[in-house]
């Protein structure tokens, strides 16, 4: 393994039963899907420079305690997980297997026509972020259009899904849907780059249908890595982080793609509310500049007059530039540890006085803090608890732990046994009363035994409950998403779980 465990390549793809110590609650039925980067390095010699361009891997785990499927030494049996990883068999992942990778989100220089066919006819698929379900398929997704459709029981690539109307698309997305758990609807937002550049919002039904939310003008789009969602509004949080689009099409050889974003602070951010019904901009308040992937949930208080959302910050962008391999690999990882704040935006006396609204921050964690989530039971509702990577602050190291955060007092728990260094944790909820029954699910790396293992806690105490030991050493990825619906039983195609 390399100085920083977690940064390493794997190439193995397996699928194993994998047996369980301590045992698993009789209600998790389901499956955990989670994506990253899975190899950075190329059979050519060749490698990626940045994290975010590592090769898209796929993680499944799936439990039935009702399938029992090893007996115990003392005639019993053993809750078991059944696991498999797999490479998506993207445009992107053949390109590097044939040596002709020509780079990503901040690997290597591009030339006039790379930039043209990437941004207009041929959008990079490396989708490497996380899996979503939009009708009855699930998508892999990345920050461009391009999704791609991955069967939830093998893992193999089925090809992209296209979108059908004429509802208008762009040439960046962002890499968070939202769904509003009334619905079912998975909202997202894409820009455009045009004579007018705009943010284009569109929701996509439960069946899969697109349509048009609204569409926002800018004069130089931001980095938007995701967005806020509550029962009636959009929130944009539009960055200081910005690009001329009219550079992609300079002729010559340029810098990466994200390296064509400077950061100016002068602008401020620019918070962005978007009525979901009307598709009307109702307000437009300015805060400090401020950086950030990651809105962790948003809501409304009275009455619809204040909307407030979540955000794990930065103070500036430089950290996109700190997630080259050479930095991580080296143990420098101040750019991953954020803090989670607070935004309050009130529209004023007027529900639609854009003029009049404002926006108001306060701290919520300081400590530092990665990758935070919330009880999709929670999502656009308020939550008191927030659960995220232990990181510390400024951070040399990977997470040593995970959190929760109870937003109401103050209180945190923090988990640090099972493992040296911990991914993304997340709340599957249980079938009691209270906001944090269910169980917490992280996957750890163990790099003295160069092994992973899934941990599965307790949603309130954050104590184990469980422990699954991987067949390898799982790189460090990035999101994951949990699917009751996919479960042994369940059949893909004619293909089960397993």
Request: glycine residues 10%.
């Amino acid at each position: 393994m390399c100085p920083q465990p977690g940064f390493h390549s794997l190439h193995d793809e397996a699928a194993a039963t994998l047996e369980v110590e301590g045992s698993l609650p009789d209600w998790l039925t389901g499956s955990l899907l989670r994506a990253g980067p899975g190899a950075f390095e190329m059979p050519d010699g060749s490698a990626v420079d940045h994290w975010f361009d590592g090769l898209a891997v796929c993680y499944r785990f799936t439990f039935d305690p009702g399938d029992r499927g090893r007996s115990d030494a003392d005639g019993g049996t053993t809750d078991t997980v059944h696991y498999r990883n797999r490479f998506l068999r993207t445009d992107a992942y053949r390109a590097a297997r044939d040596g002709e990778f020509t780079g990503g989100f901040a690997t290597g220089e591009t030339t006039l026509r790379d930039r043209l066919r990437s941004l207009l006819s041929d959008p990079y698929d490396n989708t490497n972020i996380v899996v979503e379900r939009v009708g009855d398929r699930y998508l892999a997704l990345t920050e461009s259009p391009r999704r791609v459709v991955v069967d939830p029981n093998t893992l193999g690539t089925r090809g992209h899904d296209e979108y059908d109307g004429s509802a208008p698309t762009g040439q960046l997305a962002c890499a968070h849907p939202k769904r509003d758990p009334a619905t079912g609807t998975l909202l997202n937002v894409e820009t455009g780059f045009g004579r007018t550049h705009q943010y284009h919002v569109h929701t996509r039904t439960p069946a899969g249908d697109r349509r048009h939310v609204g569409s926002v003008a800018t004069d130089a789009p931001a980095y938007m890595h995701s967005f806020a969602l509550t029962p009636r509004y959009v929130v944009l949080t539009e960055f200081p982080l910005r690009v001329d689009p009219t550079q992609f099409f300079r002729p010559g050889r340029q810098p990466p793609f994200i390296e064509q974003f400077e950061w100016q602070p002068d602008r401020g951010t620019r918070i962005v509310v978007l009525d979901r019904t009307t598709g009307e901009v109702v307000a437009t308040p300015t805060t400090d500049p401020l950086f950030g992937f990651h809105h962790v949930n948003a809501f409304e208080r009275d009455g619809g007059r204040q909307i407030v959302f979540d955000l794990e910050t930065v103070p500036d962008a430089s950290g996109i530039g700190d997630l080259y391999l050479d930095e991580l690999r080296e143990g420098d990882l101040g750019a991953i540890a954020g803090r989670l704040e607070r935004f309050t935006v009130d529209l004023g006396g007027n529900r639609y006085g854009v003029d009049d609204a404002t926006v108001s921050r306060e701290t919520l964690y300081a400590d530092g803090t990665a990758l935070p989530t919330v009880s999709p039971a929670r999502w656009c509702r308020p939550h008191q608890y927030v659960y995220a990577m232990s990181m510390d602050q400024p951070a040399t190291d990977w997470a040593r732990g995970v959190l929760k955060v109870d937003t109401e007092t103050g209180d945190v728990i923090e988990h640090t046994d099972g493992g040296a260094y911990f991914g993304e944790p997340i709340f599957v909820p249980g079938p009691g009363d209270a906001v944090d029954d269910g169980v917490v699910l992280t996957v750890v790396l163990d790099p003295d035994t160069d092994r992973s293992r899934l941990l599965v806690l307790d949603g309130g105490t954050l104590a184990e409950r469980a422990r699954a030991t991987l067949p390898h050493a799982a790189p460090f990825d990035f999101h994951g998403r949990y699917f009751p619906e996919i479960t042994v039983a369940a059949r893909v195609n004619g293909v089960s779980v397993g």
